[in-house]
């Protein structure tokens, strides 16, 4: 069974410091892992992916992610917040035998940036 | 890339109406769509996964006869929520996948139903 856990359901830090957004996950296959934000209002987006490639993944906007299959952990950071950081974001896990791509969604971790 | 739009961004309606939602994918070929409900504050939940040309496959406790799924092409799903009350009203969200893009889930922007 699969699950994913976002250990902050709320975050908040000064704009140009740095961001952390925590994430674990548990699968019994090898996983896909992905970051999606949304804004008030909005659909989701894609950050970045995990697909089994390099464990260190860029995605837009300046954040990236780190998949460590020791901590079963694949946590968001970016170096410096900027104001229009501020929003839900959601770790999900895929399970890649799966030709459905059925996907698991944490709780969400809302992201406040202080000026 | 992939670019799903969907449609109305956002509808009002009276109680016992029908309502349909759209959810296309622009620029790829979906070949699952899928349909979540999000409620204020609260992470996505999974409604039914569609496939084209397939009847939906619905998450235990949504009701099928409620929420119709329609799966008609490779570009096009809809949502129809039938005869709905106000306990329906929340924020709906389709998503589209295509073996050309390796399977991962793009979303549509949204579609907030308020019934009133």
């Known amino acids: 069974a699969q699950s994913v856990t976002q250990l902050d359901s709320h975050v908040s830090v000064s704009e140009g410091t740095p961001v952390l957004l925590r994430c674990n996950y548990s699968s019994s296959y090898s996983p896909s892992l992905f970051w999606y934000v949304q804004h008030p209002n909005k659909g989701l987006q894609l950050l970045l992916k995990y697909t089994s490639a390099a464990t260190l993944v860029k995605g837009i906007n300046g954040f990236e992610a780190e998949f460590k299959k020791s901590e079963t952990s694949f946590h968001l950071t970016k170096p410096s917040a900027h104001m229009s950081d501020a929003a839900e974001y959601f770790c999900?896990?895929?399970?890649?035998?799966?030709?459905?791509?059925?996907?698991?969604f944490g709780s969400g971790t809302r992201l406040s940036i202080r000026p | 890339g992939a670019v799903v739009s969907q449609h109305p961004s956002r509808v009002i309606c009276k109680s016992g109406t029908s309502v349909k939602i759209e959810c296309r994918s622009l620029?790829?070929?979906?070949?699952?769509m899928f349909w979540y409900r999000q409620f204020p504050k609260k992470s996505l939940m999974l409604m039914a996964t569609?496939?084209?040309?397939?009847?939906?496959?619905?998450e235990q406790g949504v009701e099928k006869d409620k929420f119709l799924i329609n799966h008609a092409s490779l570009t096009l799903s809809t949502l129809t929520v039938t005869s709905a009350h106000p306990e329906d009203s929340s924020f709906y969200i389709c998503?589209?996948?295509?073996?050309?893009?390796?399977?991962?889930?793009?979303f549509g922007a949204g579609t907030r139903l308020s019934v009133l």
């Open positions: 569609s496939n084209e040309g397939s009847k939906a496959t619905y």
């Open positions: 999900v896990v895929s399970d890649r035998g799966s030709s459905a791509s059925k996907i698991i």
């Open positions: 620029d790829f070929q979906a070949t699952t």
């Open positions: 998503s589209a996948s295509g073996h050309s893009l390796g399977n991962i889930q793009y």
